[in-house]
């Protein structure tokens, strides 16, 4: 039962660096999402994908980019680190509609620091 | 877009004592769903409730929508060590209160349980 697996788990990035965080689901779920973390600021949602191939924006989506080329993988990109994107990352996973309940499953989470 | 409001933003308690957590939002809740985080780890999902009135219950956690469907909150009785960590509300945006991926959240309640 390996649910929503995100690598890696602590980061440490100088600004301007690049770097993915991966996120694979073997739940073949349609929907997958990236959101962050920030004390005292809930969850904020990134990017989302409603199925391979289709990406869209979420609430804070800039300085970060997503594909999704499989059902599975849903990596996230940052492009050039700034220290603002210090936070900690969750990818999730959800079936499709039509049934009762369709809740997000997290993975554990990736905590990025940039100097 | 959704605000999701939670109070306490903090909460200690004794071991043994009853505690509430209250999620309000500024638009209807059509799909209402409570998380549970433990520190270093993912969110994991507790109950969804959708229909006005309604109050799902699970061990010694009970939820409940209001019939207006902009509150909910969620009880414990008699808390227990185990039962701390963090407790985020999250709310879908589409009338049928499917997530389809993606979930507004509070900035969610830091409950400690002394023994």
Same mark, same amino acid.
């Given at each position: 039962?390996?649910?929503?697996?995100?690598?890696?788990?602590?980061?440490?990035?100088?600004?301007?660096?690049?770097?993915?965080?991966?996120?694979?689901?073997?739940?073949?779920?349609?929907?997958?999402?990236?959101?962050?973390?920030?004390?005292?600021?809930?969850?904020?949602?990134?990017?989302?994908?409603?199925?391979?191939?289709?990406?869209?924006?979420?609430?804070?989506?800039?300085?970060?980019?997503?594909?999704?080329?499989?059902?599975?993988?849903?990596?996230?990109?940052?492009?050039?680190?700034?220290?603002?994107?210090?936070?900690?990352?969750?990818?999730?996973?959800?079936?499709?509609?039509?049934?009762?309940?369709?809740?997000?499953?997290?993975?554990?989470?990736?905590?990025?620091?940039?100097? | 877009?959704?605000?999701?409001?939670?109070?306490?933003?903090?909460?200690?308690?004794?071991?043994? =004592?009853?505690?509430?957590?209250?999620?309000?939002?500024?638009?209807?809740?059509?799909?209402?769903?409570?998380? =549970?985080?433990?520190?270093?780890?993912?969110?994991?999902?507790?109950?969804?409730?959708?229909?006005?009135?309604?109050?799902?219950?699970?061990? =010694?956690?009970?939820?409940?929508?209001?019939?207006?469907?902009?509150?909910?909150?969620?009880?414990?009785?008699?808390?227990?060590?185990?039962?701390?960590?963090?407790?985020?509300?999250?709310?879908?945006?589409?009338?049928?209160?499917?997530?389809?991926? =993606?979930?507004?959240?509070?900035?969610?309640?830091?409950?400690?349980?002394?023994?």
């Amino acid at each position: 039962n390996a649910g929503v697996t995100q690598t890696p788990k602590f980061q440490v990035l100088k600004t301007g660096q690049s770097m993915t965080l991966q996120c694979a689901q073997d739940m073949n779920h349609e929907y997958m999402s990236w959101y962050r973390q920030d004390p005292g600021m809930g969850l904020r949602l990134i990017h989302y994908s409603v199925g391979a191939g289709i990406t869209d924006q979420g609430e804070v989506p800039n300085g970060y980019n997503v594909s999704r080329s499989t059902t599975e993988d849903f990596p996230l990109r940052l492009l050039s680190a700034a220290p603002s994107q210090t936070s900690v990352y969750f990818c999730a996973s959800s079936r499709s509609p039509g049934r009762n309940n369709s809740p997000l499953h997290f993975g554990n989470g990736t905590r990025l620091t940039v100097t | 877009s959704q605000e999701l409001e939670q109070s306490p933003q903090s909460l200690i308690v004794q071991e043994g =004592k009853n505690l509430t957590i209250n999620c309000t939002s500024s638009k209807t809740l059509y799909g209402l769903y409570w998380y =549970k985080q433990k520190y270093g780890e993912g969110l994991i999902f507790l109950m969804m409730l959708q229909k006005g009135g309604e109050e799902k219950s699970h061990e =010694k956690i009970t939820a409940k929508l209001d019939e207006k469907k902009q509150q909910s909150s969620l009880h414990i009785t008699a808390s227990q060590p185990s039962h701390a960590g963090i407790y985020l509300c999250g709310a879908a945006s589409n009338a049928g209160g499917t997530s389809y991926g =993606k979930l507004t959240f509070g900035q969610g309640t830091i409950l400690t349980v002394h023994p």
